[in-house]
């Protein structure tokens, strides 16, 4: 007998909670017209509150006898949610070792979690009823006819708003109602039914040959699981290869979801598909309401929207056909979550276009090496794109030597030269720095005191507006001392350079050139990144300087020169992912120089100009240093080439901290010895940063060569900490796959 059909099933629900367990309730009431099923939408009693939850799974017993089970409340749904989107749920609670709960939760829009109805919303329209006399006789009915002419200027329908803006009152279009010459329906506030003939809103680009060749490939294998890396060059064209394939995809029904890193691209890459299709095209990010969440998640659920852009919470996006997944800058680090369910969602893709079958394009002008490491081993098929748009070859790096040099806020005079030729012939200059505020910090120059943040092991950040110490780990912020703390000194000074000093430099140097600083500081407030974005691609001289807010996917064709300020920031650390990290940055940055008609040029200003891996960056290029780099990993045994958790300790006591981490390793280690399993258990060892907001935090690490004994591993070490007393009083985390040693 299917579960379903049980008299009095029992519901395994999964709540909002970090365990990682289902909790058993009896149904109450009549049940949904579906019948009690996986997949609906609950709310029950938990503890003093009532919470939403999905029922998971259909029993005929429960640990509990019968009657010491609570009721739920009420069905809120008459039909499960997406099986998709459960199935996909499932996986990431499965794979990450994350309540499944808490993953539902997760993924649900806000909404949903606070018991909507599944929902978008509508509004009304008014039209000329189809059945209507092509020329009514309105007599002296004046403002009727004026309703009806308008009317028949809009054949999709007007809003009541639209018509009274008119002049037009309810009274004449109720009257017009009653006389049968119009009607009312209601349509979804995101995507509206679509009923033209048209794919397309503007043509589709002439291909180059590369570009043509690319796009052939991803045709061959349409309706099957098919994953590619698209390796091209920042400026290749990769956007107009994507809009192509999901131009395919429309045309076969179906629907296409594409990942781009940042909020901060949302907005002119959903502008380029709206132009380019005529059918729905929506976002979907953190930047929206609520209810504009819920309209486009119900619109990508019944199939109305044909092509979904968002960030990397968009991967949980329920789809009714779904036809292709693309991931733009699938190297990103933002498309790690770093809390809470720790997921990457590029991995999640590969993922879910296998479940359903379809191509996944994972396209970078700096692949991850995970991505690099399985097209080279044939897993992903490797498709090249090697030439610009511009004609002209990407710009290559010239390392600067820092050494023994004197600087104006952080730039030597050559440098300086340089931008200052590059202003008189007219074109635009990117000086990049990746650190926010006026410089890294604040000593005392006769004693050498440093501001240091009081919650964390970290250095205060100076800003100069508003002037302040601020720390970017914790946000704690300080004002300006009159005098050293330590010596009572009055000798101040700024140490080191930021975004905020380079501009003040810069500013005066060229006093008639403007300039535009974008960094978070500057681009707090709403549609400040895009209004700037805008003046600068008016194509007028002028100054950029920002952090790798910049760095990210933007066209600035007008840029002709970047500079890099000092490219040691990220070079040697104690995360191994360093220098990947680093070079994918500075490749991607220098990206942004020479896209249009005028060669670019990239100075990289360093410490280290003989290091040999920014030697080979500069020399040959990302793809030659990213194999040097996945050959050392090789050797090393780290991911890609090996398999890693990451378990992350903290507490406001070092001593409650280290006792759980060290009691941790050894249950971990005894377990290992015991299973004969090929993982090793790595620590505890501090954090890079072992003090933060005042808490203390320690690391153990789990590594493995194959995925399946990181799991095993990882499960067993999950239980053993919800099983334990002293694992209550601290936060843990288990991060599988992780993309930051922080």
Not at 67 to 73: D, M, Q, S
Not at 136 to 165: K, M, N, S, V, Y
Request: contains cysteine; hydrophobic residues 40%.
């Amino acid at each position: 007998m299917p579960p379903h059909e049980f008299s009095s099933p029992v519901l395994r629900v999964a709540l909002p909670s970090p365990l990682r367990r289902l909790f058993d309730y009896l149904p109450a009431g009549e049940p949904p017209a579906c019948g009690w099923q996986p997949g609906l939408r609950v709310e029950v009693p938990f503890g003093h509150r009532d919470v939403v939850g999905v029922v998971a799974e259909l029993a005929e017993h429960s640990e509990l006898p019968r009657h010491k089970l609570r009721t739920v409340g009420r069905a809120l749904d008459n039909a499960p949610l997406p099986a998709d989107w459960l199935w996909l749920c499932r996986f990431a609670a499965r794979y990450y070792q994350h309540s499944l709960g808490d993953t539902l939760h997760h993924a649900l829009p806000a909404r949903l979690r606070q018991g909507y109805p599944v929902a978008g919303r509508t509004r009304t329209l008014w039209r000329q009823h189809p059945d209507a006399p092509a020329e009514p006789d309105f007599a002296r009915a004046r403002r009727q006819a004026e309703l009806w002419a308008l009317l028949g200027q809009h054949p999709h329908g007007l809003t009541t708003r639209a018509i009274t803006a008119h002049g037009l009152t309810h009274d004449v279009l109720n009257r017009l109602l009653r006389k049968g010459l119009i009607e009312r329906r209601e349509v979804e506030t995101a995507a509206p039914g679509h009923d033209s003939g048209s794919l397309l809103a503007t043509p589709a680009l002439p291909l180059n040959q590369e570009q043509s060749t690319v796009l052939a490939a991803l045709h061959e294998r349409l309706s099957d699981f098919h994953p590619c890396l698209v390796e091209g060059v920042t400026g290749s064209g990769k956007t107009e290869v994507y809009l192509q394939l999901i131009e395919a995809v429309i045309a076969r029904g179906r629907q296409a979801l594409v990942l781009v890193p940042e909020i901060g691209l949302t907005p002119q890459t959903l502008a380029r598909f709206e132009k380019r299709f005529s059918v729905p095209v929506l976002a979907l990010h953190s930047g929206l309401a609520d209810a504009e969440r819920l309209d486009v998640w119900e619109a990508a659920a019944s199939g109305r929207a044909r092509v979904i852009i968002g960030t990397r919470s968009a991967i949980f996006t329920p789809l009714a056909d779904p036809g292709a997944i693309i991931v733009d800058e699938e190297h990103d680090g933002s498309y790690k979550q770093q809390d809470r369910l720790r997921y990457h969602a590029r991995d999640l893709a590969v993922a879910r276009a296998h479940y359903h079958g379809i191509p996944v394009v994972l396209g970078s002008a700096t692949p991850s090496l995970e991505s690099l490491d399985r097209a080279l081993d044939g897993r992903y098929r490797h498709l090249h794109l090697t030439q610009r748009a511009s004609r002209h070859p990407p710009a290559r790096l010239e390392l600067v030597d820092l050494r023994h040099q004197r600087r104006q806020g952080g730039l030597l005079p050559g440098t300086i030269r340089t931008i200052n030729a590059t202003l008189e012939a007219g074109k635009q200059v990117l000086v990049f720095i990746n650190r926010r505020g006026f410089a890294p910090t604040l000593t005392c120059h006769a004693c050498g005191w440093l501001a240091e943040c009081e919650q964390c092991d970290a250095r205060m950040t100076l800003h100069r507006a508003p002037p302040l110490l601020a720390c970017h780990h914790c946000d704690s912020r300080r004002g300006l001392p009159d005098a050293c703390p330590e010596c009572a000194s009055g000798d101040l000074r700024a140490l080191g350079s930021g975004t905020e000093r380079s501009e003040e430099t810069l500013q005066t140097l060229f006093p008639d050139t403007v300039i535009h600083r974008i960094d978070r500081d500057s681009t707090r407030r709403k549609d400040s990144f895009a209004r700037a974005l805008k003046e600068i691609r008016r194509g007028e001289p002028c100054l950029l300087v920002g952090t790798q807010m910049l760095a990210k996917g933007h066209h600035l064709p007008h840029v002709t020169l970047v500079v890099v300020v000092n490219a040691d920031g990220g070079l040697y650390s104690a995360d191994f992912r360093a220098m990947e990290h680093n070079a994918q940055l500075l490749e991607q940055v220098a990206g942004r120089a020479g896209r249009a008609a005028d060669p670019g040029r990239v100075l990289v200003q360093t410490q280290h100009p003989d290091d040999p891996h920014l030697i080979r960056l500069a020399d040959q290029g990302y793809g030659a240093l990213a194999r040097e780099l996945l050959e050392e990993r090789r050797l090393a045994g780290l991911p890609p080439c090996g398999f890693m958790a990451l378990l992350r300790v903290e507490s406001p006591h070092a001593d409650t901290a280290g006792a759980l981490a060290r009691d941790a390793a050894g249950a971990l280690n005894h377990w290992l010895a015991q299973n004969a399993t090929r993982a090793r258990c790595l620590g505890p060892v501090p954090a890079p940063m072992e003090r933060r907001q005042n808490r203390y935090h320690l690391h153990v690490m789990l590594s493995a060569d194959r995925r399946s004994q990181l799991h095993a591993a990882a499960s067993f070490i999950t239980q053993w900490l919800e099983g334990s007393a002293d694992a209550r009083r601290v936060r843990w985390s288990l991060d599988i796959d992780p993309q930051s040693l922080a």
